[in-house]
């Protein structure tokens, strides 16, 4: 999406931006394989690129960094509309479980009517939150929010382009909800927009995204949605993680910034951690 269609999409009201996507698509989505777990195009509120291929990529790198085995129980942080969800269905077995929650529930309810019909081992919550991007329909803060799962309840919890939609006190509670379910020595893949003085300088010649509006340990791409897009600096992020007692296994930078990314190769930067 380029910088003006950007613009033009975040003037939009939260609920004209999900329809004016569903009337674009609207024709290819007559002609869809509704037999396939796959969502019409004017449903698909999250991520970039094509969805079947965005899900495989992403679940070969949560089997290379996660640990996860067919007996996994795993927590979707964001789930979306079953971008990652679908893949894991032919990954999980019958022991192993797929939790998932989003703040959108058209998503939430798409993926229960679709893929927990056929994987009843596979669950999805709606838990309406504020957010200037996605929804404005409640005042709930993901500030104060508490999973709704008990202690060490998970083998590995991953967000995809999560925290770069969310503020800092959002992300910092976050954190610590990841830190409480998550079982000890297990992981959690969580994806970021970092800023250091690398990205900060190659944003601003080569970076495909820029943060201009700068408020110190973050910085926002637009101002009037702030959680369209948020970026964080890399070194109160890695402490805030530390400081939380968990241990930093990988740090993998993206191509969003114009720099040389990770052998990953992946558009937004990559934390991974885990619960000692």
């Known amino acids: 999406m380029n910088t003006l269609i950007r613009k033009l999409y975040y003037s939009l009201p939260v ?4 329809a ?4 674009l698509y609207l024709p290819q989505d007559l002609l869809r394989d509704k037999k396939t ?28 960094y996660g640990n996860i085995t067919p007996k996994s129980h795993v927590l979707d942080i964001g789930s979306g509309i079953g971008r990652m969800a679908v893949p894991f269905t032919g990954f999980l077995d019958k022991d192993g479980v797929y939790e998932g929650f989003d703040i959108v529930k058209m998503g939430v309810d798409w993926c229960t009517d679709n893929i ?14 504020k957010n200037d991007l996605y929804n404005l329909s409640t005042d709930l803060q993901a500030s104060k929010m508490v999973f709704p799962y008990e202690d060490d309840s998970f083998d590995f919890v991953f967000l995809t382009s999560v925290f770069t939609h969310m503020l800092p006190e959002d992300v910092e509670n976050y954190i610590k909800e990841i830190k409480r379910v998550l079982k000890p020595g297990k992981i959690c893949f969580a994806q970021f927009f970092i800023l250091d003085n690398g990205s900060r300088e190659s944003m601003l010649k080569k ?13 926002l791409m637009d101002k009037n949605v702030k959680e369209a897009n948020v970026a964080y600096d890399k070194d109160y992020i ?15 930078r993206g191509f969003w910034s114009g720099l040389e ?9 990559i934390i991974i951690f885990m619960k000692k």
Do not use: C, W
């Open 15 to 18: 609920n004209l931006r999900y």
């Open 20 to 23: 004016a996507r569903r009337i």
């Open 37 to 64: 777990l796959v969502p019409p195009k004017g449903k698909i509120f999250t991520g970039r690129g094509n969805f079947s291929e965005t899900g495989k990529f992403f679940l070969e790198r949560f089997k290379k």
């Open 116 to 129: 927990t019909k056929q994987y009843p081992n596979f669950r999805f919550k709606h838990i309406p939150l």
């Open 207 to 219: 970076g495909s995204k820029t943060f201009n509006y700068d408020y110190g340990n973050y910085a």
């Open 238 to 252: 890695i402490n805030f993680i530390k400081d939380a007692d968990l241990k930093i296994e990988h740090f993998m």
């Open 261 to 269: 990314p990770h052998p990953i190769n992946e558009h937004q930067d």
